[in-house]
Nanobody
Framework: QVRLMESGGGLVQAGGSLRLSCAAS????????MGWYRQAPGKQREVVAL???????NYADSVKGRFTISRDSAKNTVYLQMNSLKPEDTAVYYC?????????????WGQGTQVTVSS
């Protein structure tokens, strides 16, 4: 089992920045893919950014150049640095982990953190 705890959400004006954190209960080096998803009211959950255990990253087109995903293996934490925020970035942001390794195989979600961007 892997438990994920997000933090760092809040209210920010358009153009501002926030950094989300996702603390994992397990060694994130053993987790194949970690990522951030978001869900706005009335919309489906969508992927925002992914990072593999090898350090490769991938971003949704809508956040490329503005958001950066990173990880600190020593702290078992994944971050999402969000700059130049727009009102359309308003959503609940969820941390996700996918592991195919024996011992913690499975897909895991955090409880979510609200990000609200005012215009």
């Amino acid at each position: 089992q892997v438990r994920l705890m997000e933090s760092g959400g809040g209210l920010v004006q358009a153009g501002g920045s926030l950094r989300l954190s996702c603390a994992a209960s397990s060694n994130i080096s053993s987790i194949n893919i970690m990522g951030w998803y978001r869900q706005a009211p009335g919309k489906q959950r969508e992927v925002v950014a992914l990072i593999t255990s090898g350090g490769s990253t991938n971003y949704a087109d809508s956040v490329k150049g503005r958001f950066t995903i990173s990880r600190d293996s020593a702290k078992n934490t994944v971050y999402l640095q969000m700059n130049s925020l727009k009102p359309e970035d308003t959503a609940v942001y969820y941390c996700h982990a996918l592991s195919i390794n024996a011992g913690n195989a499975g897909t895991y979600w955090g409880q979510g953190t609200q990000v609200t961007v005012s215009s």
